[in-house]
Nanobody, 120 residues
Framework: QVQLVESGGGLVQAGGSLRLSCAAS????????MGWFRQPAGGSREWLAA?????????SYVNSVKDRFTVSKDNTKNTAYLQMNNLKPDDTAVYYC????????????WGQGTQVTVSS
């Protein structure tokens, strides 16, 4: 099992920045990738970005955020990060991190989510 705990959400004005953290514990040796998702109130969960875990870290992004969001990691801390710049009211959502283990085709482990609210 892998446990994930997100932090760093909050209220920010449009144009501001936040950095989300996702701390992993448990059987972290299983992890091959970490992803970030968000779900606005009443909306669907959307994949935002991912980073490979066992190498230097190859990042990928959905087009709508790739110029504003940056995913990174610190394997020594078993933590992934999502730096979000130039935030917009449409970015308001609950943000989740998720871990994909080697023996599973998708994201098996999920954090509890952290609320990000962007005011206009």
């Amino acid at each position: 099992q892998v446990q994930l705990v997100e932090s760093g959400g909050g209220l920010v004005q449009a144009g501001g920045s936040l950095r989300l953290s996702c701390a992993a514990s448990g059987r972290t040796s299983e992890i091959v990738a970490m992803g970030w998702f968000r779900q606005p109130a009443g909306g669907s969960r959307e994949w935002l970005a991912a980073i490979t875990w066992t190498d230097s870290g190859t990042a990928s992004y959905v087009n709508s955020v790739k110029d504003r969001f940056t995913v990174s990691k610190d394997n020594t801390k078993n933590t992934a990060y999502l730096q979000m710049n130039n935030l917009k009211p449409d970015d308001t959502a609950v943000y989740y991190c998720a871990a994909r283990p080697l023996t599973f085709a998708g994201y098996k482990y999920w954090g509890q989510g952290t609320q990000v609210t962007v005011s206009s």
